[in-house]
């Protein structure tokens, strides 16, 4: 007898967890397949408050992430742009984010993705794990199920009314929604990395802070992940690719060399050569989209929908959030509150709004990094990319931020991505190196245009996470829905409009 369920979910990184609890909070019955047997290694460390905050609340392990010790993070310092010494981008002075949530964690991937899964099955999902999805069911009109392997090798089918594809990055099952992965031009990196301990931090209090570093060749980053722990990575450009077939370490130790902040906080470290952390490993972090992120019975979340670079630790945050996009939509659906073209067009406008405020945001922070010299920032310049390039790119994701027509001519987006590369450059001067008394001086930086894009749902999604029920949003996008007032499902925006007038 074939089996079945509300719905199936692919994957249980981040974003399959959180789409599957929400489900299941609305008592629908939710089987969740992942391929490998938790706990297991993956890249993507350095979390954002509304991960944390909200979607973490959301789900009910707040407390849980609180008793797992993770490091803190206020914020990221950055040797970046004109300025010689590091600056900081602090949550904590975020008017949105200010207050006692104004922190996120450096995760080691294998203990915080385990908490995730574990607690969606104590929300009674059904996590099967060492589970691989083989093929996607259907037929013209919709998907139906999927059929996978089971842990003893058997071939099963599962139907069921709606399949979430969040098997990540490098699995192929994204093609069953029928669209066509397209790659951004502008963002084509490799990055190559690996673990020390013993490395320095920066001062107090910003020790637990992500720091990324640009040298000639690209930029690293280096994550306290610990207080002995440290992640370390260069990401390059893929002419690059070649010299990383040979030795990984002496590729990864050259770069280090080449950026005099990370290799002085590495003097006295030693590298990990054994277990998990004891591999250097290497991903293609290239930007991409999907043409469509959603079909009739299907929907994409995380990585297998979009995948954006990943200077600013936007890649929990994006899985997350489309994860509670996506049970909201199905939430809806399945309640026949609403109809899945309105409600997928919901989940669908939301999610590539947030990346494509991400989009303009990294383009504008590449662009403002100097050394023209350099063969890595003169290819990401935002006036040396193909502009016919950009353009198709930023049309695919939606527009650029002001939503308007007339500034989706190749030209003129250029010249709006410039203007955001030109104040953000401005605000980080006036903001001034990390070593700025407080951070009083970083309203510029929040005050930039791009910036406040970038904060706004993810400022929704937080204070949704701290006022529950009491937290009123209004429609997103033109003519488009609001979250319910628990927060799980979509209803039309006729109540908050009329409290609003
Ligand atoms: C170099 C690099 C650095 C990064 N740094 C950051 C960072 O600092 N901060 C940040 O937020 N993000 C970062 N990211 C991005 C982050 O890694 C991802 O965006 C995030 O893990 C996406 O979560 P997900 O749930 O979509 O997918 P994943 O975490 O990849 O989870 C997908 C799951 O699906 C399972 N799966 C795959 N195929 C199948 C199948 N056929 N059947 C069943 N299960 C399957 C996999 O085993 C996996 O467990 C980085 C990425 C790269 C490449």
Redesign the pocket.
Known sequence: MVERADVVV?????????VATLLARRGHRVVL????T?P?Y???????PS?VHGIGRMLGVTEELEKASFMVKRGGSFRWGTNPVPWNFLFAVAPELSGPTSYAYQVE?MKF?EILLRNAARHGVDVREN????DVLGDDERVRGVR?TDPDGVEREIHASFVVD????????HQHVRGERIYSEFFRNI?L?GYFTGGRRLPAPDSGN?LCAAFDEGWL?Y?PLSDTLTSV?A?ISREHAARLQGDQEEALLGFVDRCAIVKDFLADATRVTEGTYGQIRT???YSYTNSTFHRPGMVL?????C?ID?VF????????Y??LLAARSINSVLAGDVTEERAFDEFEGRYRREYRVFYEFLSAFYDMQGSEESYFWRARKVTNVAATNLEAFVSLVGGVHSGEAALTSADALIGEFRESSGALADAVERTGSMQTPSGERMHHLFGTPVVREVMQEMNNIQVRGVQGEQARELPLLDGGLVPAPDGLSWMEPTAVLEEAR
């Open positions: 692919i994957g249980g990184g981040p974003g399959g967890s959180t397949l992942e391929k490998e938790f297991r993956q890249i993507g460390e350095s979390l954002l991960t991937r993705d589970s691989p999805v083989a996978y969040a098997s990540g990055n490098r699995s192929r099952v990055a990395f992500i980053w994550i990575g990401v991903r293609k972090d979340v995380g990585d297998a929908a995948f990943p630790s936007t890649g929990v945050h994006l899985a997350t489309a994860g």
